[in-house]
Antibody, heavy 123, light 110 residues
Framework: EVQLVESGGGLVQPGGSLRLSCAAS????????MSWVRQAPGKGLEWVSV???????YYADSVKGRFTISRDNSKNTLYLQMNSLRAEDTAVYYC?????????????????WGQGTLVTVSS | QSALTQPASVSGSPGQSITISCTGT?????????VSWYQQHPGKAPKLMIY???KRPSGVSNRFSGSKSGNTASLTISGLQAEDEADYYC??????????FGGGTKLTVL
């Protein structure tokens, strides 16, 4: 069964750091594109970052320079290192396998999603 | 990147059909056939319902269908059922390896 389980969320002060993990089972993280998507309390979904199977990484403007997506192939796990956290980064963070168009290489859609982990940035 | 525009809410009675629109620009919805739709029940993770504008994943009811015209994509749910009550989000590839989501639509089954 394909499954994603996030962990690492919690309460952190503004300016602080946190690393989220997303453990995958049923498929190989390094052979797939993988993304992080977040949802602020009571708000909509916001794409955060994607890592391609080849290792290229891309970010939303709102987190560029502060967040880093990475993976550990030996642990089949995706990560999101979040630095210089702000109150507006408060959200549930989801990881998701990201399908792509074979011919263009463009990422297309997200499936499945993990259950999410809550990050709260507050003093 | 601005969010795609969706109606905040739609409603329908059991058995009826509803359509949720998702309006973007030529840089996202209009520029690529990479629109997807997600269903989210309260407290749950999003679930893929439609991908590549109109394709339905295995296991998703054929009551769900998608289409696109110009810069606007649409999700139609026919034969509304109580369990369809949820939030729905559209998403589009927006170039340069980025994505943009819609603001979400709350579907109420009356």
């Amino acid at each position: 069964e394909v499954q994603l389980v996030e962990s690492g969320g919690g309460l952190v002060q503004p300016g602080g750091s946190l690393r989220l993990s997303c453990a995958a089972s049923g498929f190989t993280v390094s052979s797939n594109y993988m993304s992080w998507v977040r949802q602020a309390p009571g708000k909509g979904l916001e794409w955060v970052s994607v890592i391609y199977s080849g290792g290229s990484t891309y970010y939303a403007d709102s987190v560029k320079g502060r967040f880093t997506i990475s993976r550990d192939n030996s642990k089949n796990t995706l990560y999101l290192q979040m630095n210089s956290l702000r109150a507006e980064d408060t959200a549930v963070y989801y990881c998701a396998r990201t399908y792509y168009d074979f011919w263009s290489g463009y990422p297309n859609w997200f499936d499945p999603w993990g259950q999410g982990t809550l990050v709260t940035v507050s003093s | 990147q601005s969010a795609l525009t969706q109606p905040a809410s739609v409603s329908g009675s059991p058995g009826q059909s509803i359509t949720i629109s998702c309006t973007g620009t030529s840089s996202d919805v209009g520029g690529y056939n990479y629109v997807s739709w997600y269903q989210q029940h309260p407290g749950k993770a999003p679930k893929l319902m439609i991908y590549d504008v109109s394709k339905r994943p295995s296991g998703v009811s054929n009551r769900f269908s998608g289409s696109k015209s110009g810069n606007t994509a649409s999700l139609t749910i026919s034969g509304l059922q109580a369990e369809d009550e949820a939030d729905y989000y559209c998403c589009s590839y927006a170039g340069s390896s980025t994505f943009v989501f819609g603001g979400g639509t709350k579907l109420t089954v009356l």
